[in-house]
């Protein structure tokens, strides 16, 4: 099953730079998400690409609950 997932760009001042948070929401209304720092065009793609995988993965787990999803 495919999730769709929302993105939010910010500032983060923990980490110092721009940085991407990408979020889904499993059936039950349980968020996952991943924050990455953001970079330009094909390193983001690869990053973002491998953070929906591991965020439909985590949902796919039932042993795992909802937060964050450490890549």
Do not use: H
């Not at 929302?6 to 209304?29: A, F, H």
């Amino acid at each position: 099953m495919t999730y769709s997932y929302q993105r939010l760009d910010y500032w983060s001042p923990t980490l110092g730079c721009e940085v991407s948070r990408i979020s889904m929401v499993d059936k039950n209304g349980d968020e996952y998400f991943v924050t990455l720092p953001r970079e330009s065009g094909r390193a983001f793609r690869e990053a973002k690409d491998k953070a929906l995988d591991a965020l439909e993965e985590a949902i796919g787990d039932d042993t795992r609950g909802p937060g964050e999803v450490i890549l």
